[in-house]
């Protein structure tokens, strides 16, 4: 059964610094999501992506976050200058309609 | 965006079925009702999707009635290995568009032996 992958499965970084997580999606679907889930908190919607656009982001998803499809299988994330409270686990998710998540990356911001 | 309401929390026994109901008073007409599971540390599980009635797979049902403000997840015969929060989502599904699912605290289900 095709499935939703991620890497790295958990990143430590210090703060300030760039982190990119990937994602490859399900191979034949065209939509995909990024949501993230502060240790004890809800899964929050980060934003959405679809030929090569953003379609909608979130207010978390402020200008230190950017997606990118950079070929045909990966789908980014990168947050440019982490801050600690970006610590969480990262999902990502990709769907034909209904939405399949990969298994997270453990971020942790020192 | 419908916003859902499910129970906190459950606490049920091995080889019962468990019934987990959400509402979802604000239903648009081409929302889908979808149910995951997720285990700590883990990705939500999709776990089953409907639209209407009531639909069957291999893990679990889901019933619908016909003003669609709610739904039911029935687990037949849980076991331990069931202890997991599950959410039930209202989005779009069948196969057009992006959407943002909006997730509540979900409900944590407890199976004990």
Redesign the interface.
């Known amino acids: 059964e095709p499935e ?1 992958t991620q890497t790295p499965s958990h990143q430590v970084t210090q703060m300030g610094q760039e982190v990119i997580l990937r994602c490859v999606p399900i191979s034949n679907h065209l ?1 995909f ?1 990024w ?1 993230r889930q502060i240790l004890g908190q ?4 980060l934003v ?3 030929n090569n656009e953003i ?2 982001k ?1 207010e978390i998803f402020d200008d230190q976050f950017s997606v990118e499809r950079p070929d045909g299988s990966n789908f980014t994330l990168k947050i440019r200058s982490t801050k600690l409270e970006d610590s969480a ?1 990262y ?1 990502c ?1 990709s ?10 990356t ?1 971020l942790l911001v020192l | 965006l419908a916003k859902t309401t499910q129970p906190i929390s459950m606490d049920s026994y091995e080889g019962q079925e468990v019934n987990i109901t959400c509402s979802h008073n604000n239903i648009a007409t081409n929302d ?1 009702i ?1 149910w ?1 599971q ?1 285990f700590p ?6 776990i089953i ?1 409907g639209y209407k009635t009531k639909v069957t797979n291999e893990v679990a049902s889901l019933f619908i009635p016909a003003d669609r403000k709610s739904s039911t997840l029935s687990l037949p015969r849980v076991s331990l290995s069931d202890t997991a929060v599950y ?1 039930c989502l209202v989005g ?14 979900g409900t944590r289900l407890k199976v004990l032996a």
């Open positions: 939703v939509y999501y949501y809800k899964v929050e919607f959405s992506f679809y379609s909608e979130s686990m999902f998710a769907s034909p309609g209904t939405q399949y998540f990969g298994p997270g453990r | 889908y979808t995951y997720q540390s883990q990705g939500p599980r999709f999707q959410y779009r599904g069948g196969t057009s568009g992006t959407y943002k699912y909006i997730f509540g605290t």
